[in-house]
């Protein structure tokens, strides 16, 4: 496995940044309720939720992966898909059911995730 590949462990502080923020987009989004349509940011949301997923050892099914973005399941899967073509997720496949597939971080997602978690917490 070369340094590029080598996959980094969440660091618990990290999780911990990154379930905040994902509870504070969730308590915006309930907050400006009707407004919902000014803060779509599907591609954050689900960056975020695949983070704290991972940390806590869960799978994310496609489908929850697009509940979680946030926006219509058609849109979620554009940005599902663009994020894998990013090379930020991969979507790999579930071994006890073939006919459901996992969306996950990439190893440079992951990477990229805690480095930008990392800068921010810095800037706190």
């Known amino acids: 496995m070369s340094r590029r590949d080598k ?6 502080d990290i999780a911990m940044l ?8 969730r308590w915006r989004d309930r907050h400006f309720r009707a407004f919902s349509d000014l803060f779509a940011d ?16 869960r799978s994310v099914s496609t489908t ?9 399941a058609s849109t979620a899967l554009r940005y599902i898909n663009l994020l894998e073509e ?5 979507r790999v496949p ?4 073939a006919r ?14 805690i480095a930008y978690l990392r800068l921010i917490e810095g800037q706190r």
């Open 42 to 57: 599907p591609a954050w949301n689900l960056l975020l939720d695949l983070l704290v997923s991972e940390s806590e050892g």
């Open 7 to 12: 996959v980094p462990a969440i660091p618990s």
């Open 18 to 25: 990154a379930l905040r923020l994902w509870h504070e987009r």
């Open 100 to 113: 459901r597939m996992f969306v996950k971080l990439s190893p440079v997602g992951r990477r990229e995730m």
């Open 94 to 97: 579930d071994p006890s059911d």
């Open 86 to 90: 990013r090379d930020l997720v991969m």
């Open 64 to 72: 929850a992966a697009c509940m979680a973005s946030g926006v219509a």
